[in-house]
């Protein structure tokens, strides 16, 4: 099958687009939390309500997807997000947060379940875990910019009084400048609208086994074994990603008294450049090891190193939790590969499934809270180790039909 690099390039572009909406979340998470004076467990329904959105959206979307098409439903994406972003540049309160973050995210559960079985049919299954990591790739690069963003809009959106900084001066409260970072939102939503409209997007068809299938394909796939196991372990990564995310900048205000504004946003930050650097590694990697065990020593490594930055100094901290994004780099990408590898029929049921799993992200910041609550934010994060656990024990009992190519089994198809 002829490869179709054009939807591999607006697949990309996607992605950064929906890091840069999704995961400025983390480095929002105190100033929501000074702004509307929450308590942990509060905000930690913020990300609850972006995630949540997953488990509702992706597969009645995935479903519409066959009447609509990619077109249709990446536009639709985008129009949600819009006026998600909208009503928190307009309306600043606790209730108009939830909301928000409620259409932001099921905007974003309605791209995802386009994009990934795209991605894998235009590039090719048998790079498929290749390009998921270099799309995590420029994921994480966009999660790299938009806490700096947000960081410049904390130190100098006060001083400016011309330009696009002095126009958000305006119509932005003093004591809400991040609310600055949802006017961008919807100005993105719109440029990305415009865009696709103005595409011109071929028509993909999609092999019998990858379009979406009604509810009882769905469940049918429910009743296997292993489609358990893999949605199990999106929710696992997905809550831990999300779960340290969401509250390194809390934990080092609490623990390291470092200002959040500054140090915990730069932190971020650095946190999603990581992983952004250890996407580049996993790609080379992924071309010359299998990707379980690529997943296996990754994994390991991120346990050193959360515990390095729960126990450790402030400036140990500072090191430890980006070189947690680092090893985190190639989770996403190689457990949904290894998932959708995994069976031979209804990728596409599958996919929606697998992304259904997203709602992690619910979880994991939401239980860290409630513990935080109760028993202090460290231990809270003391959750991240039974997720990375679950995640570790992918490398030993996935066994997928069709392994990652490398450069040693170019024609070596696994069974």
């Keep these: ?45 913020l990300p609850f309500a972006f995630f949540i959105a997953y488990g509702l959206v992706s597969i009645p979307t ?17 129009v949600v997000a819009f006026f998600g972003s909208l009503l928190l540049a307009v309306v600043h309160n606790y209730l108009s947060a939830i909301i928000s973050l409620f259409l932001i995210g099921s905007g974003m559960a309605m791209l995802q379940v386009v994009i990934n ?27 790299f910019v938009s806490p700096l963003v947000l960081g410049y809009f904390a130190q100098h959106l006060k001083d400016q009084t011309t330009g696009v900084m002095g126009l958000f001066s305006k119509i932005v409260p003093p004591d809400f ?57 999106m929710i696992c990564y997905v809550g831990t990603e999300q779960g340290i995310g969401n509250w390194i900048s809390k934990f080092l205000e609490t623990y390291h008294h470092y200002n959040p504004k500054i140090v915990g946003d730069r932190t971020v930050a650095n946190f999603w450049g990581f992983m952004t650097i250890g996407g580049i590694v996993g ?11 690529v997943l296996i020593g990754f994994t390991v490594a991120a346990l050193l190193c959360l515990s390095a930055a729960l126990f450790g100094s402030g400036r140990v901290a500072l090191i430890a939790f980006p070189a947690v994004g680092f090893f985190a780099s190639v989770m996403y990408p190689i457990i949904f590969s290894l998932a959708l590898n995994s069976i031979d029929e209804h990728h596409g049921s599958f996919a929606g499934i697998m992304v259904t799993g997203i709602i992690g992200g619910a979880v994991g910041p939401l239980v860290i809270g409630g513990l935080g609550d109760a028993l202090g934010l460290r231990t809270g994060m003391f959750f991240l180790y039974l997720t990375l656990g679950y995640i570790l024990s992918i490398g030993f009992w996935a066994k997928p039909l069709i392994t990652n190519q490398t450069v040693f089994n170019k024609k070596e198809k696994s069974s």
């Design 177 to 233: 400048y991040w609310i600055s970072m949802y006017w961008i939102f919807a100005v993105i939503s719109l440029l990305m609208i415009v865009v696709i409209r103005a595409s011109r997007f071929p028509v993909v068809l999609l092999k019998a086994d990858e379009e979406v299938g009604p509810l009882k394909t769905h469940l049918m796939l429910f009743k296997k074994r292993v489609v358990v196991l893999f949605f199990i372990a």
């Design 1 to 45: 099958m002829k490869r179709n690099y054009y939807i591999v390039a607006l697949i990309m572009l996607t992605f950064f687009v929906i890091s840069f909406l999704t995961n400025v979340v983390g480095a929002l998470n105190p100033d929501f939390i000074s702004g509307f004076n929450l308590s942990l467990t509060l905000a930690g329904i």
């Design 283 to 293: 790609l080379f990697l992924l071309k010359i090891m299998d990707s379980r065990k």
């Design 117 to 143: 079985p795209l991605l894998r049919t235009s590039g090719g299954e048998e790079h498929y875990a290749f390009n998921s990591v270099l799309a995590q790739l420029i994921f994480g690069g966009a999660s």
């Design 62 to 78: 995935g479903m519409l997807l066959e009447k609509y098409k990619e077109k249709k439903i990446m536009i639709a994406g985008f």
